[in-house]
Nanobody, 125 residues
Framework: QVQLVESGGGLVQAGDSLRLSCAAS????????MGWFLQAPGKEREFAAI????????YYADSVKGRFTISRDNAKNTVYLQMNSLKPEDTAVYYC??????????????????WGKGTLVTVSS
């Protein structure tokens, strides 16, 4: 069982940066791949980034590649999403999720085993 709590969302202007954090509880955090998903108003939840258990492998959606960076600190049971060059279309609720598989690229929301409640990111133009 893994409990996830996101933080770091807020209101920023286009071009700004923001770092999201996801704190996990549970002794087996380091065995999970961790992902970030986003859900814009009126749209389905979509994949943004994923990192394997060790942090050695990452994969990004084309929409965020080159602007977002996912990382993790297993000693702190935390995964991060550094978001740079934010655009108004990045406005969404961002969710942290855990996958019991060691790694998979481009997972679907249904592939993930545990979810946080999300943190809202609003990017104004």
């Amino acid at each position: 069982q893994v409990q996830l709590v996101e933080s770091g969302g807020g209101l920023v202007q286009a071009g700004d940066s923001l770092r999201l954090s996801c704190a996990a509880s549970g002794r087996t955090f380091s065995s999970y791949a961790m992902g970030w998903f986003l859900q814009a108003p009126g749209k389905e939840r979509e994949f943004a980034a994923i990192i394997n258990w060790s942090g050695g492998r990452t994969y990004y959606a084309d929409s965020v590649k080159g602007r977002f960076t996912i990382s993790r600190d297993n000693a702190k049971n935390t995964v991060y999403l550094q978001m740079n060059s934010l655009k108004p279309e990045d406005t969404a609720v961002y969710y942290c999720a855990a996958d019991s598989l060691p790694y998979r690229s481009s997972p679907r929301a249904g592939d993930m085993d545990y979810w946080g409640k999300g943190t809202l990111v609003t990017v104004s133009s």
